[in-house]
């Protein structure tokens, strides 16, 4: 047929195939439904994959304001920060480093920066 693969086209010299196994497999329809949707994925899964692995690269990280427990000031802190983050008012620690994602102090509140 026009639409086979080059290689389909003859049977290879030497083949390991049994002789009537090569016509099964090169009029074989290859034409056949996919098992995910590749123009929609799934949000769920695109969010667990690696950053550029996804079908449009983003980052991980975001900024976030943070408020403080004590004096309710509102402080713009990065969620991988890789310092301890004080108030600027009173001297509260906000959040604390880990390997990735900063730890937030017990108490405060967050929400993401919006761009």
């Given amino acids: 047929s026009k639409h086979e693969p080059f290689w389909l086209k003859r049977k290879p010299q030497g083949s390991c195939l049994p002789p009537g196994e090569w016509e099964r497999v090169r009029t074989r329809s290859f034409e056949s439904e996919m098992d995910i949707d ?3 994925p799934d949000a769920r899964e695109e969010r667990s994959k690696h950053k550029l692995k996804r079908m449009i690269q983003s980052p991980n990280s975001f900024f976030m304001d943070v408020k403080c427990p004590g004096c309710l ?3 713009t802190v990065y969620s991988h920060a890789q310092t301890v983050v004080l108030c600027g008012n009173c001297n ?3 959040c604390q480093p880990t390997g990735g994602l900063a730890r937030l102090t017990e108490g405060c509140s967050f929400r993401k920066k919006v761009e």
Avoid: K, R
Wanted: zero cysteines.
């Fill in 73 to 75: 000031q509102i402080t």
């Fill in 92 to 94: 509260q620690m906000l």
């Fill in 38 to 40: 590749l123009l929609n």
